[in-house]
Structure formats: C-alpha cells, structure tokens
C-alpha cells in the first residue's frame, strides 16, 4: 500500500543529539543585521526534477517512478538544515485555546518545534515545524536564518524510528499575520511535504515581526 | 445512467450524545477551517483530502480523492459521502469487521464515525442525512472533485467544534473484494454490500487560526501559556492586565442580559 524504508535504520541519534548544543553558535547578529533578504515570490512548484542532494552520508533511496514517495509515520527528532548551518532538535507543539499555533519557548538556544496535530516529516500530508526567529536575549532564534534558504536547498529531519526525512525546498514566502492564508500552508496535500515557519520582519514600525516567513518543501528521499 | 434514488432512513440517535463529548473552549461555533486526509478502508485503493471553511453556518467543502471504483453497471459509479458526526470521532480499523466477512460495512463502522450528519451532494441535492443515499446525487466516477458551499445544521457544527466530525467517501468495487462483497448491502439489500461500504474515511481536525507567533515579541504580547519568558516579564503582566479588562468587560455584558 504505502512505500517506506523501515528497513533503514542510521546511527545518527548519538551525534544529532551532540550538535544541538552547538546551536549558540547561531548568535552572531549585531544590532544592524536584522535585515532580512528581500523575498522572493515564487510561482507554484515549478522545481527541477529533484536532482539527488550531494551525499555526505547515504545516498536517499530514489523515489519509485510510480508510487508517490511516502514514509510511515514516525514523530521528528531533530532538523538539519546543512545551507545555513542549522541543527536544532525538535519538540512537540499543539494548538492554544485561542486556535493559533503553540510556539516554542523563546529562550536563547531553544529548539525547534513540530506541530503535533499536522503529519509526522515524510508522511503523506504538509508536516509544520515551527521556530522563533529571535530569542528573550537577541536577534536570532532558531530559525533566524530561515530567509537565506533558496529553491533546491535540503532539509533533513531526523526522526524517532532513526530514519532522516530528506526535503528539497521548493517556494518561499512572507504573508502578514493577519491575513494568514490557512488553506494555502495547511492543505493536506496529497504528496509528502513540509512546512517552514518564522516570524519576519516588515515595513509596518508599530510590530517589528508583522509577518510570517513560510517555506514550502517536498519529500525527496530518505536516509 | 441509471438513477436509483434511495431513501436513507436516519438513525436518531446521534444528537444525545454531543452533549456528553468534552466542550472545546470555542464551543458552540465551528468558526475555523477543518482538514483531513483521507485513508482507504477495505483495501479500495483510494487516497484523498478534505477541507472545510466555517463561516457562521455556511461552510465551503473541498473534496479530492482519486483512486476510487470507476464503473458500476456500465455507468460512472456513484460515491455517496458524508460528514459523519456525534460518536468517537475516528476511523473503523479492520477489528470493526465484527462479522468477519472481510469487509467493514458502514454499520461496522459506524461506532466509530458514527451517524452522517451532513450528505456531501452535488448541487442542490439535498444536504441532510435524508439525502444520504440519493445515488444521482452523488459524485461518480474514480475520481472526486467537489467543492460546495452551503449551510450547516447544529449538530455537524458541533461535531466539528468538539473534533467528532468524519467525512466518510462510499461505495467499493466488488471485484476487488472479498466473496462478501456481493452479497446483499446492510443498507440498501437491493444493491451489493461492497456499493455501499466505505471507501475513504479521515477525521476533520481543526487547522491553526491566523498567523504563526514565532517571535518572542508577539509571544509576549499575547500572554501565553507554554512558554516561560522571564526576560519579559512585563510585557507578560501588560498581557495579564488586559486579560483581566477583558474579563471584567465580560461579566459585565453577562450580566446586563
């Protein structure tokens, strides 16, 4: 019925857990480098056909021409994302009384998080992880570096089962706040795929993060 | 093509039962937007997805399935569809073939998804439990495209708001199922019990209102629980003050009524 790899199992977790101490090193902003590059706006998936991501470590098993490519369920562990340097772990958000997103805690050097109502990284469906984009302490959160991605780019998820989930990006985008587009981010698409999601800055001086920074990825493979 | 339109005969039961179900903290509206992924059941072979916009009563229903039983007698095979509300709010596993006959009737799975509150029809057909059966009335064919606006009754906007609502896709093909399969329908005898057993099944879970607040500004402002900033202490007790107006304000307007 479903494809998936179980059979392929890595030793990863002794040095995922390792590198998320290493996550201070992301403090490197001073007071001018709050910029944020300029957005681009991408027109639907018009990505390349996934060329295979460089392997470092075992090649993704390719994608069966026919059956879309989908993993068993497995709850996320942590995030790589190796274009910008990012290693965070991951825990596990729901949804406030008020019906908006859970975020995580907002402490310098805190991890990531995966919505726990949305598909587990690689199941069919748009998997979200979430990270604050600055800290109680400075500018940079866990996904400050979030707009330097680029169509192409890889995110690996490292999940419980001790498999990594491998995305290649695929759109950017920044909407406001308050005209979220729901539907547009949490579709259950029919494909394997994940969701990205920073606060951003805006021209708007009364709210220094008016907007959401969304970045949209596919499955590609798995490792 | 062959129309057989067919009376459902609504089970009552359903409505007791939501006043029993934990009272979410937006009761009684189903304001939002809801998603589900569709799974087969019964080995159709079937995927698809499902989105509903709440506005009020009204609500915009999204469809797409593919992968479904293509032709019955000759025609465009008919997929009735429902939201199912008002039981546990989830999708029969193959242990709710009680019979054992290799299938898991829509009485089967009933326990779990419960009665339909809302028939997905096409157009003006009619949209109650009444309509459950209406085979002209129904999208047909292997695979789905539906998108309706149209207004809710009570008891599916409270299944929605307190996560008991199932949409629920029908109607398998007999060849690909077991000796069963032919035998007469739970439902309508006249038909094969594999026409009018579930295809699809997922449970409509509310999707995230708004915008995402992943900075620690907004987190602040909006005073909430989860995530302990002690560095901002006093946006948190400016968030703690409104918070009490708002209250006060509250209990007064309760008690001018």
Known sequence: MIEHNK?????????????????????????????????????????????????????????????????????????????????????????????????????????????????????????????????????????????????????????????????????????????????????????????????????????PYPNNYVVFARLVGSA | MKKSALLLVAPALGLGMVALSTAPAMAAHAEGSYSAMLDELNNSGATGEAWIDVEGASATVTINASGLAAEFDGAPYPHVQHIHIAAQGSCPSEAADTNGDGIISTTEGAPFYGDIGTTLSVGEADKTPAGGLDLAAAPSGDTITYEETFDLDQATQDSLADGSAVVVVHGLDPATQPEAGTSPSDLVPELPLAATSPALCGVLEVAPAGGVDTDVTTVAAAGTEGSALGAVALGGTLALMTAAGVYVVRRRVVRDN
């Open chain 1, 7 to 207: 059979g392929r199992r890595l030793r990863l977790t002794a040095g995922a857990a390792a590198l998320v101490v290493a996550l201070t090193a992301l403090t490197a902003c001073s007071a001018g480098s709050g910029e944020q590059p300029p957005t681009a706006a991408p027109a639907a998936s018009t990505a390349p056909a996934a060329e295979a991501p460089a392997a470092e470590t075992p090649t993704p098993s390719a994608a069966p021409a026919s059956e879309p490519l989908v993993l068993e369920a497995s709850a996320p562990v942590s995030v790589q994302i190796p274009s910008i340097g990012l290693d965070a772990s991951l825990i596990h958000t729901g949804i406030r009384e008020d019906g908006a997103l859970e975020v995580p805690p907002g402490e310098e050097g805190s991890p990531g998080s995966w919505w726990d109502g949305s598909p587990t990284p690689g199941e069919r469906g748009a998997s979200v992880l979430l990270g604050q984009v600055n800290s109680t302490t400075d500018d940079s959160g866990v996904f400050y570096d979030l707009p330097r991605l680029v169509e192409g780019d890889e995110v690996r998820v490292t999940r419980e089962d001790g498999s990594v989930a491998v995305f290649e990006v695929y759109s950017m985008e920044t909407f406001a706040k308050d005209s979220f587009p729901t539907r547009a981010v949490y579709y259950p698409v029919a494909d394997a795929e994940l969701r990205l999601i920073t606060c951003h800055k805006g021209e708007d001086s009364s709210s």
